[in-house]
């Protein structure tokens, strides 16, 4: 799925502090903290600003992440993220226009700059993530070949139905 925070007014903000400020918004968690920044956290929005040497995180709760795409407010912002973020293993780092794109080769559950290289302006972040999927228990039907069995012989059990990717057990009650 996708999901996209946008910085458009305050009323995605949660938290907010000269150090640090949090932003939530569909599932999506954006940190800016002030870190070895000689400014401190900016009181913004439409477009959010993070100053020189702050450090951002993106995580989002709805499952691990695939793609994040940083909307910067115009294409200087976004080759200042794209240096920022430089190169990162396990993913691919691309600007086009006012926009950046990290799309990871194995989905991650958040990911951090550590240190911003100049100042960035952003409009909005949209991530896509893989949904987990939850599964308790899963009974599939079991068939046999034959409905009798001599004793000391074996049965070759068929399932049908998903079964998960878990371990599948039966039994017998005779």
Do not use: H
């Amino acid at each position: 799925g996708d999901a996209t925070l946008s910085f458009a007014n305050k009323a995605q903000r949660t938290s907010f502090s000269t150090t640090e400020q949090v932003w939530e918004q569909n599932g999506v968690t954006f940190t800016n903290d002030k870190a070895s920044s000689t400014n401190a956290v900016a009181d913004y929005a439409n477009p959010v600003r993070l100053y020189q040497n702050s450090s951002v995180t993106v995580a989002c709760s709805l499952g691990n992440m695939t793609k994040i795409v940083f909307d910067c407010n115009n294409t200087s912002y976004a080759t200042a993220m794209k240096n920022s973020i430089g190169t990162v293993s396990g993913a691919t780092v691309s600007v086009s226009s006012d926009k950046v794109t990290v799309t990871f080769t194995t989905a991650v559950a958040s990911f951090t700059v550590t240190k911003l290289t100049a100042q960035v302006r952003l409009d909005s972040i949209t991530v896509t993530y893989k949904e987990e999927v939850t599964c308790t228990e899963i009974t599939p039907s079991l068939t046999y070949s034959s409905t009798t069995l001599e004793i000391g012989s074996t049965a070759n059990p068929t399932l049908t139905g998903n079964t998960g990717n878990g371990t599948v057990t039966y039994s017998s009650d005779d």
